[in-house]
């Protein structure tokens, strides 16, 4: 018992012993100071009234001693629209967006959460938000961290119905929450120079009519997912536009359609040889992951477009009439080796495909597909003055005219036609190289 008592009252003076020694070993020199991981914390743009998302940094104390911090404020207080949370410790608006008496022992550290929430910056151009994260320390030093951001005021619309003649022509920003846009039977919304930016899960529904007009249809993401990669260049970001049985006379010119699900859908209709439905003038869709453009059984055009990498295929025509001039049909999909076709065409019902003066490769031997599913139905197809990469079908003059064949034996062959295939950071420049053998064919 004498051995137990004696052990115990050993142990207690070594820890209170040890207490008061973590006490001394807290610094008051001014030549003690923290790490910081960032002198600047640099966000992302963000819109105005919209939290962003959550960015780190570490506090490090690579000192011999501990570092006491009287305090952790923003310089601005609440008046920014940062949001900071220390180790743990949130900077409470409400209570002068500080917090006190903090501990960093040596060779520790803490993690700082900062996220924003801009309000109205009253401007059309995005302008810098910014405020300092301030550490005071026990010392009397004052270290800082600067806080940056970009806001950009936009007009936001939630599950809107349009359901009279309308014409945008917004320079702010759109952000489309909900279900998304709807052009009710009857209506024509004209889009002009404007950007609409969709939230996960929105898209576009048009039962009446839609022109659009140099525009950009993309996702509302303005962040990175990694350092190297924005979200815009991460495809299904939100649902895309799809198109009724009772929409025709639809015109898109100079739009870009980007990261959507499936970017592009022409419900099918009776056929009208004489109407189209929808005619795509100087358009790039690009990066979907499902379907690029797909037609089900409608008369559809395309005129120097871009149409390029896409999970399924970048133009899928299921009946119908479709007419191809001067684009560039390029499956170069990054995310799964399963991707769809540069160009497919089904007998679904009677189809008719005519292109001209276009590219169609990708990283497959074979990008062009054509089925028939009943010989009952009318089959007709045409190609000519195109850079196609698939096996050369030999003796059909009447289909095929002025035809380069693609191979992979080719010196210049799949991506080293275009100016910038880069899948490492999934940027891509489909302008075509001075070297492709595609000169006058394709969308550029």
Known sequence: MKRIFAYTTILVWGLLAGACSDDESFTTS?????????????????FSNVGSATYTFWVF???DKGIRLNSVRLKNGNQTGFRVNVDGSYLDNALGSVVTDLEV????????????TSPNTHELEPQMVSDD????????????VRLEAWAWDAIKLTNKVVSNDTVIDSRAPIIIYGEGLVVDSGAVLTLRGTTLFFHDG???DVYGRLITEDCVMR????????????????????RGLWFAPSSTGNSLSGTEIRNATHAVIVDSAAIDSTQLRLAMTRCVVHNAKGYGVVSIASNISLSYCQLTNTLGDCLAVYGG??????????????FSAERGAALRFVGYGDVAIQC??????????????????DTAYVFQYSFSDCLMRTPMVEGDTLNFRNIIWETPEDSIQGKKHFVNIDEENLYYDFHLDSLSTAQGKGCY
């Open 30 to 46: 001014g030549s003690d100071l923290l790490t910081f991981t960032a002198d600047t914390l640099k966000m992302d743009t963000v």
């Open 61 to 63: 104390n690579h000192t």
């Open 105 to 116: 022992r040596k060779g520790d550290s803490l993690r700082v959460f900062v996220e924003l």
């Open 133 to 144: 994260l301030l550490f005071q320390l026990e010392s009397g030093v004052e270290q800082r």
């Open 202 to 204: 929105a898209g576009m």
């Open 219 to 238: 996702g509302d993401r303005l962040d990175h997912m990694f350092d190297y990669l924005p979200y815009d260049r991460v495809s299904g970001q939100w």
């Open 321 to 334: 009439r479709c007419t191809i001039d001067h684009c560039t049909l390029a499956q170069f999909y990054p």
């Open 356 to 373: 001209s003066n276009s590219i169609l490769t990708g990283y497959e031997d074979d990008v062009l597909f054509g089925e028939l599913l």
